[in-house]
């Protein structure tokens, strides 16, 4: 009834006994007012009785979107999938984009994105500074920093990476995914000649998504 009709009820706190810990009073509100109704249940009875504190409501419904209880509730199943998002760099209006097509049934606003990503960093951070969660990334994955992003940079970085390799008894790589930075491209087959120089699809789309927008849009 409640999503149906834009009405949300939400718990605000329960009262537990002593002895046993067992609930004996939780009061439930509606989402949009602030005084709350109670219910609860009496040591004498075997089921939950309601008490109604407050028979009005003076709120109309409302658009389900502005109900942040059922946008956290559609988020929260696509936990998984924004954090592979996320993970991609994808940015909140593409991740908006792809959930719709998925579900168009969603409800979801750009700053329940947002609010994932900010807690996806937290804890990523751990309390770190991000200069501190760096160094331990790059402590445990490995990273190359170069000055530049000239053809000669990249080969460089390539060639510590053959020496990594060789270090871990680890075959070279046969495939050598890039976005298209030609000097990237330009260096890989000078060190890894064998490998095949290969776009990423994601960036492709991306690129594609970037550059049609504004065609499609004006047509």
């Known amino acids: 009834f409640t999503k149906t009709y834009g009405y949300v009820l939400v718990t605000k706190r329960s009262k537990t006994l002593k002895e046993g810990g067992s609930i004996r009073r939780v009061y439930l509100q509606c989402s949009r007012r602030e005084v709350y109704c109670e219910r609860t249940n009496e040591e004498t009875y075997v089921c939950w009785r309601l008490d109604r504190t407050d028979p009005r409501h003076d709120y109309y419904s409302a658009a389900r979107s502005t109900l942040a209880s059922l ?3 559609g988020i929260e199943s696509k936990e998984t999938q924004i954090k592979s998002y996320l993970d991609s760099y994808m940015s909140i209006n593409q991740i908006l984009s792809t959930l719709y097509k998925d579900n168009l049934k969603l409800i979801a606003k750009p700053r329940d994105i947002y609010n994932k990503k900010k807690k996806s960093r937290d804890d990523f951070l751990n309390s770190k500074t991000p200069v ?4 331990s990334v790059v402590l445990d994955d490995g990273f190359g920093f170069i000055s530049d992003e000239k053809e000669g940079s990249y080969k460089f970085i ?7 390799y060789a270090q871990a008894d680890l075959p070279l790589p046969n495939c050598i995914l890039t976005n298209k930075d030609m000097a990237l491209m330009n260096a890989i087959p000078t060190v890894f000649p064998m490998a095949n120089n290969t776009i990423c699809l994601w960036h492709i789309e991306k690129n594609i998504l970037t550059r049609a927008r504004p065609i499609l849009t004006n047509e």
Not at 158 to 164: I, R, S, T
């Open 71 to 73: 946008r956290h509730e």
């Open 132 to 135: 501190q969660a760096l160094i």
């Open 158 to 164: 390539l060639e510590c990476l053959v020496k990594v």
